[in-house]
C-alpha cells in the first residue's frame, strides 16, 4: 500500500524560498502523476501543481510564475520550491498521488504545516 | 482559475440523507467526468471518495454516491452516521489540464 510523506522546513523566511520534498513508499514513483496540495489555516484547498514520473508538470496559473516541481525516481521522491514567499504561502502543504491520468488525488500524505514568518 | 462553488454547510439527522452541490463551468464540471469528492475530518488529511463523477475507491461505503448533470456535481450521503460529520471538498479536472477544487462544505450530523 503506497504512503507518501512530506518532509522540510517548518519556517520560512519572507521573500524566500520555500522547499518540501515527499517520499514515497510501498510503491513505485515511475509511474502515476503526482501532486502538490497546500490549505491555508482555516481554509480550503488548493491545487498548487502535478508532475508526471518523465517529468512533465502542469501548474496552478495563479502560483506558476513562483513554482518548480521535480521528480527524483533513483530516490522515490517529488519536490515543491515556492520562491518569494509571503504570509499569505502560509499553509498546510499536502503530497499526493494522482493516478495513470491527473483527475483525482489519493492517497494522500499527512500534510506538513509551513510558517512564513520573520 | 475560479474554486468551484459548494454551500458551506449541509446539516441533517442521522440516518436522512444530505446532498452537497458543486457548481463550476463548461470549462471544468461541465466539460469533463472527472469531478472527485474528498472527506477532510479535523486535523487529518482529506481522502478520497468518489473519483470520475460516481465511482467509489475500494473501502468507501456504498452510502456515498456521485452524480453530475450539466455543470454541477453533487454528492450524496445516505444512511448519515455520525462519523460523516467532515468538511468535504469537490474537485474537477478543466480545459487546460489543470486541477480545481471546491469551496468546501462543512457537514453537520445534527
Known amino acids: 500500500q503506497v504512503q507518501l510523506q512530506e518532509s522540510g522546513p517548518g519556517l520560512v523566511k519572507p521573500s524566500e524560498t520555500l522547499s518540501l520534498t515527499c517520499t514515497v513508499s510501498?510503491?513505485?514513483?515511475?509511474?502515476?502523476?503526482w501532486s502538490w496540495i497546500r490549505q491555508p489555516p482555516g481554509k480550503g484547498l488548493e491545487w498548487i501543481g502535478y508532475i508526471y514520473y518523465s517529468g512533465r508538470t502542469n501548474y496552478n496559473p495563479s502560483l506558476k510564475s513562483r513554482v518548480t516541481i521535480s521528480v527524483d525516481t533513483s530516490k522515490n521522491q517529488f519536490s515543491l520550491k515556492l520562491s518569494s514567499v509571503g504570509a499569505a504561502d502560509t499553509a498546510i502543504y499536502y503530497c499526493?498521488?494522482?493516478?495513470?491520468?491527473?483527475?483525482?488525488?489519493?492517497?494522500w500524505g499527512q500534510g506538513t504545516l509551513v510558517t512564513v514568518s520573520s | 482559475q475560479s474554486a468551484l462553488t459548494q454551500p458551506a454547510s449541509v446539516s441533517g439527522s442521522p440516518g436522512q440523507s444530505i446532498t452537497i452541490s458543486c457548481t463550476g463551468t463548461s470549462s471544468d464540471v461541465g466539460g469533463y467526468n472527472y469531478v472527485s469528492w474528498y472527506q477532510q475530518h479535523p486535523g487529518k488529511a482529506p481522502k478520497l471518495m468518489i473519483y470520475?463523477?460516481?465511482n467509489r475507491p475500494s473501502g468507501v461505503s456504498n452510502r456515498f454516491s456521485g452524480s453530475k448533470s450539466g455543470n454541477t456535481a453533487s454528492l450524496t450521503i445516505s444512511g448519515l452516521q455520525a462519523d460523516d460529520e467532515a468538511d468535504y471538498y469537490c474537485s474537477s479536472y478543466t480545459t487546460s489540464s489543470t486541477l480545481v477544487f471546491g469551496t468546501g462544505t462543512k457537514v453537520t450530523v445534527l
Open positions: 510501498g510503491g513505485s514513483i515511475s509511474r502515476y502523476y
Open positions: 470520475d463523477v460516481s
Open positions: 499526493a498521488r494522482n493516478g495513470d491520468y491527473p483527475y483525482w488525488f489519493g492517497p
